[in-house]
C-alpha cells in the first residue's frame, strides 16, 4: 500500500483561522485601555487611544 | 444534440472536437463546416467530428467515447481500488503516482482536504478527507 503524508505549510492554514485584525485589534484595544489605568503608556499609545475612544463615543453602541 | 446545424444563413454547422495525442480532448466548437479545415489538433492529436466534453469524453480509436467510471472508494482515510497507474494529488499538491490500487493517507494539519484520483481515460475521482 502506497503511503502519502501530506505537509501543509501551517502558515496559510493560520492566517485563515485566525479571527478578524479588526477583532484582534479590539481585543488588544481593550486591554491596552485597562493596564492604562495602571501603567505608564508611551505617548503614541496615548494618542491613539483616546482617538480610539473618541469614534467609540461619537458611533455608540448603546444598548446592541 | 445533433452533429449538424443549420443557421439561419443557410450555412451548416458542424460540431467537433480536438484532442492530443493521447486522447485528451483539448478543445471542442460548433463552425460552419467550411472553416473545419482550419482547426488544427495539437501534434499528434486529432480532429473528430461531433460532441464531447473532455471532463466526460475522451477520443479511442478515432471516436469520441465516455471516459469509464473510476473504481476508487474511500474507506476512512485510505483509498481502495485505485485504477493502475493512477495520479493522486492532494488540495492540488503532492502529486503521486500510485501502482499498487491502495493509498493510506494521512495529515500532519487538521482540515478538511481534497483528494483527485486521476487515471485517464477514466474519469476522475474526487474525495473529501477530513482530518480532526
Redesign the interface.
Known sequence: ????????D?GP?RAKAYPSVGDQLDAIWKTLQTLSAEVQMPPETVAMLEKINAVKARYAKGNR | MSDLMLVPNGETMTAFVMADASGKIVGSGNIPARMLSIQKPPVGGSRVLGNGTGKTHHIADGVITERKNNTTTLSGMRLLSIPNPSTVTIDGENACVVTDGEVDLSFTQPGTYTVLVSSFPALDATFQVTQP
Open positions: 500500500m502506497t503511503k502519502i503524508v501530506h505537509d501543509p501551517p492554514l
